[in-house]
Nanobody, 121 residues
Framework: QVQLVESGGGLVQPGGSLRLSCAASGRIFSINKMGWYRQAPGKQRELVAV???????NYADSVKGRFTISRDIAKNTVYLQMNSLKPEDTAVYYC???????????????WGQGTQVTVSS
């Protein structure tokens, strides 16, 4: 079994910062990519940022220049540093990982349980 456990959400004022963490645990052979998605009330889940093998990153246009995704390969952990937060960043943030399992060497997609980020004065 593989689990993704997120932490770091909360309430912050506009212009503030938060750092999200997501740790993958369980039977893992390798991780192809890890990323963050978010879903605001009444909206579809959308990609925020992703980091793939080799350190290549991709960001949604709405967060470029404000958010930074990074990864600690040894700890199977991905981080999302969020600066200059805006009210429109309010959403549940979900961690996502594409993981190759040692049992069959196939790749599976996993999701975390989500962490609430609220930007409000």
């Amino acid at each position: 079994q593989v689990q993704l456990v997120e932490s770091g959400g909360g309430l912050v004022q506009p212009g503030g910062s938060l750092r999200l963490s997501c740790a993958a645990s369980g039977r893992i052979f390798s991780i192809n990519k890890m990323g963050w998605y978010r879903q605001a009330p009444g909206k579809q889940r959308e990609l925020v940022a992703v980091i793939i093998s080799g350190g290549i990153t991709n960001y949604a246009d709405s967060v470029k220049g404000r958010f930074t995704i990074s990864r600690d390969i040894a700890k199977n952990t991905v981080y999302l540093q969020m600066n200059s937060l805006k009210p429109e960043d309010t959403a549940v943030y979900y961690c996502n990982a594409e993981i190759r399992r040692p049992s069959d060497f196939l790749t599976y997609n996993y999701w975390g349980q989500g962490t609430q980020v609220t930007v409000s004065s």
